[in-house]
């Protein structure tokens, strides 16, 4: 079955104020639609439930990227490829960068948002385990004002968030204080390129004469939605990472993740995998403080 547009209406009212005011006064009648990569997917299978859709394309205040001397801003209908490019992004937040490339083709990564890939809450979502290693926080925006909440609270259950019917999300804000953590991000997939992931892991630590005083752990494709690993987490903290941390932690994050069957994998490859990768970063933080 194929979309029909007679069946949508589309309207671009250009502005954010415009746009909040058409939430509000119709709220849960009007889905946001920026890039259009993941909706007009949906319309052209002919499974776009979304009667009436907004457009966020083009409106500056949903673009900009903000950077200060503690944090980057980055509105959240800022492209991929706009990420990619951004020397800041590059230089203080590598894995975020990284993921920008693995959406889809050039092409897609020129229409798709950062924003957008937040809100659809696919638990494979390529930029979620970056933003959540990062700590980053999103701001949503509605003519009552704004709020902001950690990114790792947002998601609330498959493909559901905290977002009420009347708000739009706003902004990613990123701390700007992890230039001198040790970084991990490994998506695997089908292929190399253009290919949704089976299992993504992303990481941050910070060693202190070998003990590890700081780790972030965020994944995709290991929940219903994308999940910081908090109780791996406890179990590294203040651990040097030698073989009988590794294998405690492999413990842990097994007892804590719930992957599942689908087409694209099935949990017990899932889960086999992931703890090979967080058994990668121990590695390689283990001898990188060898090395240092």
């Known amino acids: 079955m194929r ?6 209406a589309l309207v671009a009212p250009g502005s954010l104020g415009a746009v909040l005011d058409l939430l509000a006064a119709e709220p849960r009648e009007w889905t946001p639609i920026a890039g259009g990569t993941e909706l007009m997917v949906a319309f052209s299978a002919g499974r776009l439930k979304a009667r ?4 966020l394309w083009g409106i500056p205040d949903l673009q900009a990227l903000r950077v ?35 959406i889809g083709s050039i092409a897609n990564q020129s229409r798709a948002t950062l924003g957008g890939n937040v809100v659809n809450g696919s638990p494979a979502a390529d930029s979620s385990p970056a933003l ?18 950690p990114y790792s609270e947002f998601h609330t259950g498959y493909k559901r968030n ?4 009347d708000e739009l999300l706003y902004a990613i804000h990123l701390p700007r204080r992890f230039t001198e953590h040790r970084q991990y991000l490994r998506k695997v997939g089908t292929r190399r390129a253009m290919a949704i992931a089976k299992v993504a892991l992303a990481a941050s630590a910070r060693l202190e004469r070998g003990t590890i005083r700081e780790i972030r752990l965020g994944a995709a494709s290991l929940a219903p939605f994308p999940t910081r690993l908090r109780r791996t987490e406890e179990v590294l903290l203040g651990q040097a990472p030698m073989e009988e941390t590794r294998r405690a932690a492999r413990s842990a994050l097994l007892a804590e993740i719930a992957p599942i069957d689908d087409i694209r994998s099935n949990a017990i490859y899932r889960r ?4 090979n ?11 990188e403080e060898c090395r240092g």
């Open 162 to 165: 905290v977002l009420a019917a």
């Open 3 to 8: 979309g029909n547009a007679d069946q949508h």
């Open 132 to 149: 959540l290693v990062y700590d980053a926080e999103v701001e949503a925006i509605s003519v009552r004002g704004s709020r902001r909440l």
């Open 68 to 102: 200060t001397a503690d944090e980057v801003s980055i509105g959240a209908a800022a492209t991929f490829l706009e990420l990619r490019r951004q020397a800041t992004i590059q230089s203080d937040f590598p894995l975020l960068a990284r993921a920008a490339g693995w």
């Open 52 to 55: 009436k859709l907004v457009s």
């Open 277 to 287: 990768l967080l058994e990668e970063f121990l590695l390689e933080l283990g001898r």
């Open 272 to 275: 086999r995998v992931a703890a």
